[in-house]
């Protein structure tokens, strides 16, 4: 299972926009910019930098960006294998 702040993190890489990603996860754009500070105060790194209007990922966003894409896949394959096991 994810961390909420994970998904969090995904879902405004995937928008590149707070307030999108907030949409997309029915939260408040404050809560999606909280979900981020922590994992950034967590990790000790910033994750996204704004370049004019134009928000990017940093390195250190980009490798969390990859592992935590790789962890959400292996959540939900894992989620997939134990309802196949359950039903069998």
Same mark, same amino acid.
């Given at each position: !299972?994810?961390?909420?702040?994970?998904?969090?993190?995904?879902? #405004? @890489?995937?928008? !590149?926009?707070? %307030?999108?990603?907030?949409?997309?996860? @029915?939260?408040?754009?404050?809560?999606? &910019?909280?979900?981020?500070?922590?994992?950034?105060?967590?990790?000790? #790194?910033?994750?996204?930098?704004? %370049?004019?209007?134009?928000?990017?990922? %940093?390195?250190?966003?980009?490798?969390?960006?990859? #592992?935590? &894409? %790789? !962890?959400?896949?292996?959540?939900? &394959?894992?989620?997939?294998?134990?309802?196949?096991?359950?039903?069998?």
């Amino acid at each position: !299972m994810l961390d909420f702040r994970i998904d969090t993190f995904l879902t #405004v @890489c995937e928008y !590149m926009n707070y %307030t999108r990603a907030a949409e997309a996860l @029915c939260i408040t754009q404050p809560a999606v &910019s909280q979900h981020i500070r922590w994992l950034e105060n967590q990790y000790g #790194v910033p994750l996204f930098r704004y %370049t004019g209007h134009h928000l990017t990922l %940093t390195p250190a966003g980009e490798a969390l960006r990859r #592992v935590a &894409s %790789t !962890m959400k896949q292996d959540a939900l &394959s894992l989620r997939r294998q134990l309802n196949l096991a359950e039903e069998a």
